[in-house]
Each structure stands twice: as structure tokens, then as C-alpha cells.
Nanobody, 116 residues
């Protein structure tokens, strides 16, 4: 089993920044990639960004140039630096870990609210 613990969410004004963290523990071997997804009320969960063990990244068009995903392999932690936040970024953000072979795990989610 894999446990994912997210932190760093909160309330921020438009234009502000937040940094999310996701720490993985447990059977953390054969990791293919980790990523961040988000789900706003009444909407489907969507990919925000993902990063492979080799450091290759992929972003949703809506966050390109504003969000940066990174990882510390030694700490088994992935980060999401979110800048220039907009009200439409408001959502619950979930961490996801995908192993080679396709097995995946979700974190419990952390709320991000962008509002003045």
C-alpha cells in the first residue's frame, strides 16, 4: 500500500501564490509518475500537472506558465508551486501516484480557495 499526504492548501487572494506538497510513504517502489489533479464543485476531476521519475513534466493548458510541478526523489515528495492564482483555480487538489503497470493511488485532497 501507498499513503499520500497532501498539505499546503488554503485561502488566497487572486494573484497570490500557494505551494502544495504531497509526501508518499509505504510501498513506494516502481513509481512511474506522480501528479496533481483538481476537482471543482460540479465538475469532473482534471489533470493539473504530472512529473515522471526522470523529471519529464506535463501541464494542463489552463495552468501553463503559472504552475510548476517538481519532485524530491530522496524525500518521495512532489510539489506544486501555484502562482498568479485565479478564482477559477478554486478546487480540491488531489495527489496521485502511478506505478509501473498502472496501479495508482490518490491522496485525501486539499482545498484551495482563491477569493478576495
Amino acid at each position: 500500500q501507498v499513503q499520500l499526504v497532501e498539505s499546503g492548501g488554503g485561502l488566497v487572494q487572486p494573484g497570490g501564490s500557494l505551494r502544495l506538497s504531497c509526501a508518499a510513504s509505504g510501498s513506494i517502489f516502481s513509481i512511474n509518475y506522480m501528479g496533481w489533479y483538481r476537482q471543482a464543485p460540479g465538475k469532473q476531476r482534471e489533470l493539473v500537472a504530472q512529473i515522471t521519475t526522470g523529471g519529464r513534466t506535463n501541464y494542463a493548458d489552463s495552468v501553463k506558465g503559472r504552475f510548476t510541478i517538481s519532485r524530491d526523489n530522496a524525500k518521495n515528495t512532489v510539489y506544486l508551486q501555484m502562482n498568479s492564482l485565479k478564482p477559477e483555480d478554486t478546487a480540491v487538489y488531489y495527489c496521485r501516484l502511478v506505478k509501473l503497470g498502472g496501479i495508482y493511488y490518490w491522496g485525501q485532497g486539499t482545498q484551495v480557495t482563491v477569493s478576495s
